[in-house]
Nanobody, 122 residues
């Protein structure tokens, strides 16, 4: 069974920084694209950042410059470094990944972590 486990959330003051991590565990063949999403109270879940298997990052225009996504393919981990945090960044942050289960199966299944709370105080 594949699991994604996030860590690193917490309470931070506005202007501060935080680093989130997510590790993939279980039995699988390969991790493809990895993503971070967030969901604030009363709002829809939104994509924060994506990193391809080859390390190419992509961000929504509104978050470029403050958020940096990176991954370690040897450990199958993905990180999200956030700087200059604002109260509106307060949300539950979720790790998401497309995972291929076996070398002979070319289908990628999508998995979510349980989420980690980030709270930015003003």
């Amino acid at each position: 069974q594949v699991q994604l486990v996030e860590s690193g959330g917490g309470l931070v003051q506005a202007g501060g920084s935080l680093r989130l991590s997510c590790a993939v565990s279980g039995v699988y063949f390969r991790v493809n694209d990895m993503h971070w999403y967030r969901q604030a109270p009363g709002k829809q879940r939104e994509l924060v950042a994506t990193v391809t298997r080859f390390g190419s990052p992509n961000y929504p225009d509104s978050l470029k410059g403050r958020f940096t996504i990176s991954r370690d393919n040897a450990k199958d981990t993905v990180n999200l470094h956030m700087i200059t945090l604002k109260p509106e960044d307060t949300a539950v942050y979720y790790c998401n990944a497309d995972i291929r289960h076996s070398e002979s199966d070319y289908i990628y299944k999508n998995y979510w972590g349980q989420g980690t709370q980030v709270t930015v105080s003003s």
